[in-house]
């Protein structure tokens, strides 16, 4: 792996909904919480020294959301960063209630996302949100009113591009109807693929693929493969299957989340692992192992 200046800039850039670029290494913000995602953070100076580094490194994109706390991502988010340094685009979600810690609940009524976004333009102090994405789509809720009330606040100004979370392609079609979609954020790694079709359904629409829970190793057999790739590079198991991510499709937009600043520089550094057909084939070898 090359030695040189960490920078997010070196994975390449995306251009979110056709006009916004992104550094396609970006952070999620959920880890900059407490235990279960729940209340503060146990170190807040770290937290915020974290969300401090993130221009300096290049990252110009941050995934959080309303329930990673509650609200305690986005509070920090704002308190580190605004205002925000020119190109910051700041992605947020709505559409989950926190009954307590480790506990969600999808709520897609109307009238509950309307005051979970107001609440997010609030936390983070802006007029609008450049990203706003569904959470979860709720199967007791009809997908048109979700979605209608946050077509109606994109129309007022409030939402630039919208997006929507653990979503199936049949359910981007319906959805497609109603909105125009410029980012799904579906569970996927090296391991897991079950959404590979909706991946597709992204490059296909020039829509932003952004994977959650973006590093997993697998078996034990999986995990000396990933190290002794990382080792050719002089890299970690992590940074591999980070880069794997970036080299699997131009639209996908990683989002490692840490605490630490230490595990923040390791992320990013990342972008300077170069993996080649050899790396790739071994690899996708782990996924069939794991079929």
Same mark, same amino acid.
């Given at each position: 792996m090359k030695k040189e200046k960490v920078n997010a800039a070196q994975s390449g850039t995306f251009l979110l909904g056709g006009d916004l670029p992104i550094n396609r290494m970006g952070f999620g913000a959920m880890r900059i919480? !407490?235990?279960?995602?729940?209340?503060?953070?146990? +170190?807040k100076t770290e937290a915020l020294r974290v969300l401090r580094c993130l221009p300096e490194l290049g990252v110009n994109?941050?995934?959080? $959301?309303d329930s990673y706390g509650p609200d305690v991502s986005e509070e920090l988010i704002a308190e580190a960063l605004y205002p925000y340094p020119k190109g910051m685009v700041i992605a947020t979600k709505g559409g989950f209630m926190r009954p307590g810690p480790n506990k969600w609940k999808p709520n897609g009524k109307p009238e509950?996302?309307? &005051?979970?976004?107001? !609440?997010?333009?609030?936390?983070? *102090?802006v007029d609008r949100i450049d990203?706003?994405?569904?959470?979860?789509?709720?199967? &007791?809720?009809?997908? &048109?009113?979700?979605?209608?009330?946050? *077509?109606? $606040?994109?129309?007022?100004?409030?939402?630039?591009?919208?997006?929507?979370?653990?979503?199936?392609? &049949?359910? /981007?079609? *319906?959805?497609?109807?109603?909105?125009?979609?410029?980012s799904v954020? +579906?569970?996927? +790694?090296?391991i897991e693929r079950r959404w590979e079709d909706v991946l597709t359904w992204c490059e296909e629409h020039q829509a932003g693929f952004i994977p959650w829970y973006p590093l997993s190793a697998g078996s034990i057999d999986s995990q000396e493969i990933i190290g002794s790739i990382g080792a050719k590079h002089g890299?970690?198991?992590?940074?591999?299957?980070?880069a794997w991510l970036l080299q699997h499709s131009p639209v996908m937009l990683p989002i490692p989340g840490t605490s630490t600043t230490n595990h923040l520089e390791e992320n990013v550094a990342a972008v300077q692992v170069e993996l080649d057909e050899e790396d790739?084939?071994? /690899?996708n070898e782990i996924y069939h192992m794991q079929k």
């Open positions: 919480t !407490g235990a279960g995602i729940w209340g503060p953070p146990t +170190n994109f941050v995934d959080t $959301a509950y996302l309307l &005051e979970a976004l107001k !609440g997010s333009l609030k936390r983070l *102090k990203l706003y994405q569904l959470h979860r789509i709720d199967p &007791e809720v009809p997908m &048109e009113d979700s979605l209608g009330v946050l *077509k109606d $606040a994109q129309q007022q100004g409030l939402i630039k591009y919208f997006g929507l979370s653990e979503v199936s392609v &049949e359910q /981007l079609d *319906k959805a497609a109807q109603i909105i125009d979609i410029a954020q +579906n569970m996927y +790694n090296l890299a970690s198991g992590y940074q591999v299957a980070l790739l084939s071994k /690899l």
